[in-house]
């Protein structure tokens, strides 16, 4: 944006303002700590007066505009350049092309002089034909068929007068086809009135594979209305070769809006001229505005859902962390047992071992209950994280029978992406000398104990909270994703002593550069004890340090408010509170009789107005305070641990693991997510999930239906849902709690003897060894 020339900046910041409502000096006052370099959760946080207290969400709008409209200005200078160079730039033209405000109206103004490859009216044009299309165009009373004749050569491969004709009906084609004011017309009309449609492609139907696009093997609606998850099913069906898709309007509604401008007369030149203007319509510009309605559909269904995961992902950054606990996580499995591990509070592998607990012979099991009771005991564990995949369930039930001390929690954790770290050079730079399950396991434990710290270092299309992630826009995913991870990184402060190298790059003004020369650093002096020692990190520049610092946090600094969210730059405007109090900084942080002593008033200039004199009192009354909430305790169902447990009428618990445009996945402890549509989300019509339901969130559901053999679960959170009829006569009674639960036996797999008193032996085992 730095690059931008004034005079067009500004265009700019008028037109950003004009579009969102926004101060044309906040605009302008973002636009320039941009172009600076500040990113946006510095402006956001620490710049409040220059851009009118600003949020994250309007200064990325900012941002992301700017970049659209400086797009569209090289656009312009290309084609101004193009035309100039062909000597085909008229001042007329050049000022068409000044006012044009999309990269549409651009390229639709452009679009007769764009250099074509050979058409049908390129062709004509070289055998000479072109004036006879003027002759038509000008002399639509007459008849051609004298005039045509002029134009039969052998030399030019022109056989007949009809050959002339059709080619001077081409040429006309395509000028009805490139006129930029029509082109605008029929834009509006695909936009409002159009059709999406889809049917199965020809032999397919049968395909066991394409099944799940069954739904849209007959299916049409308005194109201005498809929903955008919609949209993207049938265009991963299209490029599997199961479906096929048209967006279409009729074309006699499209040739009505081009026949007036173009057929003057009834006359027989006058027919030749509507078979041009009807073939220019259906050849030429239909398909052109519908290759461009694919387009847009799919970048508006791309920015819906990018814009869901996006949510979903900050929900799920932000979840509540445990915080420094003692932890024993245990990645579950059947035949190769479970992966186990021991965490210091810091997150420091201790120990790892396997586990048979849910699989094999009594005395696998009884060494198992024993191993386990002797690790919680000898290194004093204070919580137990189980992941959430295969065996989960039985893992838990297993570890709840040793009756450990109720205050260790035994927790399940959200695994999804945590084989992906395993692999990763991440992860083998962590851990070079242990294999991916011990890796896997320690994820499991890390990410209990703070989702935010662990979750960053895993690519965020990995961690499965999105929708149709890989066919939306790569790099728009790419950036939104990245500004969400900044976003709640920023949000919550990173303590520079311990925080890894990936979670560090996502700071402001931080990359990974820089944060393996933080890390580097604190290595080897034996940590960093103050913000400002921040600048003897190698390449650490002024800039770099103005973005970081008040985001970077140091328990027992040099400086009181070095743990604190405080800016560095706003250190002497708290000391000279202090003073004017009588008091020492650290005071302030511990006493709120002396806050609230503090009239702030007195330190507004102009540099600090109210809101960061606010900020900096919230923050010394809870310096370095974590926005995310309190950890709270879940438990699935007991007894329901798989979907054939599952009966229509339940009420359960669950977890939101995903919100999508129709609805929300929620995690009901069956090893398979159930969908809360969005018509049953609650009693009251929802528009988006996303104002009922965040990621994470901890729901109570009704069981609907279940269809074992497609791995569906149907679900409601409505205060009384409608039971509707099972399918094959029936019908389902809403008011049917869960039915009785037979005692499982691990499917098939043997108990120890002497029923569940082994677990006690167990316990006494280990406290004897």
Known sequence: MSDVPPQAAAAHIATIAAETGIHVNSVAATAKLLAEGATVPFISRYRKEATGELDEVKIQTIRDRMVQLAELDGRRVSILKSLEERSLLTDELKKKLSHADTMAKLEDIFAPFRPKRQTRATKAKEKGLEPLADWLLENQAADPAEEAAKFVSEEKEVATADEALAGARDIIAERVADDADLRGRVRRIYENDATVSSRVMYGKDED???????????????????????????????????????????????????????????????????????????RLLMPSMETEM????????????????????????????????????????????????VLDAQGALLHHTVLHATAG????????????????????????????????????????????????????????????????????????????????????????????????????????????????????????LDDTVESAVNA???????????????????????????????????????????????RLGEKAFEQAAGFLRIRDGEHPLDASAVHPERYALVEKMAADLGCEVADLLTSDSLRKKIDLKKYVDAEVGLPTLQ????????????????????????????????????????????????????????????????????????????????VGQKVNVTVLEVDIPRNRISLSMKSAPDMEPRRGGGSRDSNRGPRPQPRRESGGRSQPAGGNDWFSQAMNQAKKR
């Not at 869901?308 to 996580?329: I, M, Q, W, Y």
């Not at 190298?501 to 004890?529: D, F, H, M």
Request: some cysteine; charged content about 25%.
């Open 361 to 480: 012979s009594n005395n696998q099991l009884y060494e198992a209950a024993v191993e386990l009771a002797g690790l919680v005991s000898k290194y004093k564990i204070e919580a137990i994280a189980i992941g959430n995949g295969t065996a989960s369930r039985e893992t838990e039930a297993f570890v709840k029978k040793l009756k450990l001390p109720s205050s260790i929690p035994v927790i399940s954790v959200n695994e999804s992406g945590a084989s992906i770290y395993s692999a990763s050079e991440v992860a083998r730079e962590e851990f070079p000398n242990e294999d991916v399950t011990v890796r896997g396991a320690v994820s499991i434990g890390r990410r209990l104990m703070d989702p935010l710290a662990e979750l960053v270092k895993i690519d965020p299309k990995s961690i499965g909270v999105g929708q149709y992630q890989h066919d939306v826009d790569q790099r728009a995913l790419k950036t939104s």
């Open 615 to 694: 900020d900096i009192l919230a923050e010394l009354s809870k310096p370095g305070r974590d926005p995310r909430k309190q950890f709270e305790l879940f438990s699935f169902a007991e007894g329901v641990e798989k979907p054939s447990d599952l009966s229509p009428g339940m009420k359960l618990p669950g977890i939101v693991t995903n919100v999508a445009a129709f609805g929300a996945f929620v995690d009901i402890g069956v090893h398979q997510d159930g969908l809360v549509h969005v018509s049953q989300l609650s009693d009251q019509f929802v528009r988006d999930p996303a104002e009922v339901v965040k």
């Open 294 to 341: 694919r387009l847009a559909a799919k970048k508006a269904a791309d920015e819906t859902a990018i814009r869901v995961f996006a949510d979903n992902l900050r929900e799920l950054l932000l979840a509540s962390p445990l915080g420094r606990k003692r932890t024993l996580a245990i990645d579950p499995g059947f035949r190769t047992g479970c992966k186990t591990v």
């Open 208 to 282: 066991k594979d394409a099944a799940k696009y069954r739904d849209y093997f007959d299916w049409s609606e308005p194109f201005k209305s498809i929903p955008s998850h919609r949209m993207l099913a049938i265009r991963r069906g299209e490029k599997e070769a199961f479906l096929i898709m048209r967006i279409d309007v009729p074309l006699d509604r499209v040739a009505s809006e081009a026949i007036p401008d173009w057929v003057k007369t009834t006359g027989p030149a006058g027919e030749q001229v509507r078979l041009a203007v009807e073939d220019g319509c259906k």
């Open 492 to 538: 919550v402060g990173v303590e520079i002593n311990t925080a890894s190298k990936q979670l560090l790059a996502y700071v402001s003004g931080l990359n990974a550069s820089l944060a393996e020369n933080i890390v580097a650093y604190r290595t080897e002096k034996g940590g960093i004890r103050s913000r400002a020692e921040l600048k003897n990190v190698p």
